[in-house]
């Protein structure tokens, strides 16, 4: 692991060498993305020593991207006539047969075309199956048809969360760097397998398994019940719990527990007291599964973050002071906000499903912790806050671009 400096930013090495990359930093969005994707042979350097991730794709080398991702599998060979460098026949074969791309033309396949942001969402998108069900996107610049249903899934799926909340930016041009976190985000959200045959409350998820549920657009208001029975007495929560953040995001909740015929979800709900769960109806919602997860101690002050058995970042933190600790249990991350990089909170807060257990209220609102940058680096290792998580602004750029809503915490003593 790579040592912490002045409080920022530790990745964990991957498995070989391809960490010496000598132009990628380690405290970027895309440091773990292009280390895990070039130590599976998906995506190479430009030489020995450089990626070249701020460098533009083209159509050729997505193609040459996305075939090693799925195999190296054959194909027929491709009707383009274009296509005339040896390395991008076999992937464009298979993509073609694979009807992942159906090229520019019926004979041509663009090639040296810059890829953007809206054809690559819909060439993953293909990938995957043309997979059906996701709600609607709230970004107002994706106007293309086709654009529609690959950019609402590539959105749902966490794998990108637009330029902006509001913008995806689809005839944006795409970087290496930005190719290797979507490919690798996209590697990384197995789907999800649930066995109907045995109850899901007592069998065990697989190693560090999360799965979330993300309330479907037509659901306004969920009323979740002390248990799974419509019969059964609604959970008395201190406020209705909207199908829309305060920042008009979909809400996302924690899966705890499944009735055995699949019928009833428990999810933990972003209420106090803290830790509070209920049963909610499954047709409710959508459900998804990662194995991102993180650690808060607050004997040391060090935040930690694994995908899976992975160590993917390790930071100090400022965590609550004494009158107003930061609470202690398993919690998730309930919503993401955008800030001004120079405001008190730094470029974002990543709100928690747990409240301040001494406050009652925090400026006139409720005392939700979050997780948040700072303008303040030099408190960074010490016990300041009235209950929430600071860290670097780089770091906290790091976790928006690679941590999902719906991701647990664990914060000890």
């Known amino acids: ?88 026949q076999d992937p464009v074969s298979w993509m073609y047969a694979n009807a992942i791309t159906s090229g520019t033309t ?43 249903d690959a950019i609402s899934w590539i959105s749902d799926q966490g794998i990108t969360t637009g330029t902006t909340s509001l913008t995806f930016s689809p005839e944006g041009t795409v970087t290496r760097g930005q190719v290797a976190t979507f490919f690798y985000r996209y590697k990384s959200k197995p789907a999800v ?72 979800l428990k999810v933990q709900v972003p209420s106090r007291p803290n830790g509070t769960e209920g049963w909610t109806p499954a047709t409710q919602a959508t459900l998804s599964t990662h194995f991102v997860h993180a650690s808060l101690k607050l004997t040391n002050r060090v935040l930690k973050v694994w995908n899976g058995d992975v160590l993917i970042a390790e930071t100090q933190a400022v965590i609550g002071r004494s009158g107003t600790p930061t609470p202690l249990g398993r919690f998730f991350i309930s919503d993401l906000v955008e800030k001004s990089p120079s405001s008190f909170f730094g470029p974002y807060v990543m709100t928690l499903s747990a409240f301040s257990e001494t406050l009652a209220t925090f400026q006139g609102g409720i005392p939700v912790i979050s997780i948040h940058g700072t303008s303040q680096p030099w408190l960074i290792g010490g016990a300041h806050s009235n209950g929430c998580i600071r860290i670097p602004n780089d770091v906290v750029t790091f976790f928006a671009a690679n941590v999902s809503m719906g991701t647990p915490i664990e914060i000890s003593a």
């Open 1 to 88: 692991m790579v040592g912490t400096t002045s409080g920022g930013l530790a990745l964990a090495p991957p498995a070989s060498n391809v960490a010496g990359f000598g132009d990628v930093p380690g405290q970027v969005f895309y440091t773990y993305a292009v280390q895990r994707t070039a130590d599976n042979n998906i995506t190479a350097g430009t030489s020995p020593t450089c990626v070249s991730p701020n460098g533009y794709v083209t159509r050729g080398q997505a193609a040459a991207f996305m075939w090693p991702m799925e195999g190296s599998p054959s194909a027929p060979v491709h009707p383009f006539n274009d296509v005339s460098r040896s390395w991008q």
């Open 106 to 148: 019926s004979l041509t396949y663009s090639p040296k075309d810059t890829l953007t942001r809206g054809q690559l969402a819909a060439l993953l998108f293909r990938l995957a199956g043309n997979p059906a069900g996701s709600p609607a996107h709230s970004f107002n610049d994706v106007v293309r048809p086709w654009q529609q």
């Open 193 to 264: 397998t649930v066995d109907d045959s045995s109850p899901f409350c007592a069998r065990l998820l697989a190693r560090f398994e999360t799965f979330v549920a993300t309330i479907k657009p037509n659901c306004g208001l969920i009323d979740p019940r002390v248990a799974p029975d419509h019969n059964s007495d609604l959970l008395a929560l201190e406020y209705p719990l909207l199908n829309q953040t305060c920042h008009n995001h979909p809400l996302v909740l924690m899966v705890t527990a499944r009735t055995s015929d699949g019928q009833w």
